[in-house]
């Protein structure tokens, strides 16, 4: 099937910094991608859709100022925490859709963001 | 997008059929019942997904009543990796999905 990878998988950082997590469709091209966030025990929940060539769009109580998204290509999307505080510490998850695809879609591995 | 339902967690025993049954009641015309698997510390893993009737795989099956109102994912003769949270969800053309809580399946030795 096809693949979507995340990089990093996990991240450690200082409080007031910025983080930029990566989603790549390695073997397909996404014009759209998905990220969610997971708490502990929790279920995911879905941040913004990505929408490539154009700007995000985000789901209601997420801060657009806060989770910048860029989908510049077919390929990638980037999700930056910005000035990232203990809150933020959380799972992060991207998907993608397979254009034409048999409508799976396809999760990245996640990435673990830890604030310090 | 259709809210779905669905046990918090069961438990089971190695061999046995695993049977998760998730409500649907507002499912769209548009809509295909899909489910998920997640293990800790990784993005979820597509199991399989139907429309109607019965849908099989090399490892789950999926019944759907007629009404679409419900749908049963069967697990047979688990093992002990299949302890997971299960996801039941509507998924449309946009693919935007809305996860609930997820069942969590524990097997037992």
């Known amino acids: 099937g096809a693949v979507v990878s995340q990089h990093p998988s996990w991240v450690i950082c200082k409080s007031g910094t910025s983080v930029k997590i990566e989603c790549r469709s390695l073997?397909?091209?996404?014009?759209?991608m998905f990220w969610y966030r997971q708490f502990p025990k929790q279920s995911l929940m879905l941040m913004a859709t990505s929408n490539e060539g154009s700007k995000a769009t985000y789901e209601q109580g997420v801060e657009k100022d806060k989770f910048l998204i860029n989908h510049a290509s077919l390929t990638l999307s980037t999700l930056t925490v910005t000035s990232a505080h203990p809150e933020d510490s959380s799972f992060y998850i991207c998907s993608a859709p397979q254009a034409g695809g048999a409508g799976e879609l396809f999760f990245g591995e996640g990435s673990r963001l830890t604030v310090l | 997008l259709a809210k779905t339902t669905q046990p918090i967690s069961m438990d089971s025993y190695e061999g046995q059929e695993v049977n998760i049954t998730c409500s649907h009641n507002?499912?769209?015309?548009?809509?295909?019942i899909t489910w998920y698997q997640q293990f800790p510390s990784q993005g979820p893993r597509f199991i399989i997904q139907?429309?109607?009737t019965k849908v099989t795989n090399e490892v789950a099956s999926l019944f759907i009543p007629a009404d679409r109102k419900s749908s049963t994912l069967s697990l047979p003769r688990v093992s002990l990796s299949d302890t997971a949270v299960y996801y039941c969800l509507a998924m449309d053309s946009s693919y935007k999905l809305i996860f609930g809580s997820g069942t969590r399946l524990l097997v037992r030795p």
């Open positions: 139907g429309y109607k």
């Open positions: 507002n499912i769209a015309t548009n809509d295909y």
């Open positions: 073997d397909f091209q996404a014009t759209t």
